[in-house]
């Protein structure tokens, strides 16, 4: 049975180039109204893959904007959790959307039931790093996050989605129970944990295109094709690129 797993990232309304990744709450709310009428439980991705073969949609949001906090308050009206990733490395501080939550908030969100995930110590693509820095990343976010939050996470993100055999075996080694990319398709059950994909949820979406996509895993077109239609992503894969090459200079 496919699994769909939703990926968000800010709850706000952001305009230009990142439009599509800043869902604001009232259009959070259509969309998992919709998908909570259609029949389906709303949980994070760990409880998702744990409940293999019944009607469930994952709910994900990476980065962990301190407007997550609004995001929250839609989950709980509609009865739904989630999986919230963070960059241990970032907590405090701001990212391309907003500002990030705290630690505290991060262990009120846990409290209110919310799987905390891991997206990396400071969100650089883990696929171009060398085998120490990548080692470093995954490491210390895990550590931290155990520190911070009193066990481990279960779940990882990776950063821009982009993994590959070195990265994903990384993160099996570091205890993982599954690992998210982008991926804007259907997960089967029974594939492979370390690389699940993910559908982008735009403030486009109503309800009944939200249920759609996850009925469908979206329109058929080739991944190549998703990828070039997304300039959003393109320029923030373009921006953590930079920065990784100042922090590697
Ligand atoms: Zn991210």
Redesign the pocket.
Known sequence: MPLPVLMY?SVSTVDGRLRGLAVPPRRLREQLDALAAAGYALVGLTEALRRNGTQTVAVTF??GYVDFLEGLDVLRAVGATATL?V?PGHVGTR?ALGPLLSWDQIRDVAGAGVEIGN?SLV?HPLDVLPEALLDKEIRESTERLADELGGPARSF?Y??GYHSARVRAAVARYGYDNACEVGRRLYRTGAGRFAVPRLQVTPDHDGAATVALTRTGGPPLVPAAKRAAQPAWRA?RWAALRGLHRTLA
Do not use: G, K, S
């Open positions: 990232h990476d980065d990733y960059n990212m997206h969100h993100a950063p821009h923030v």
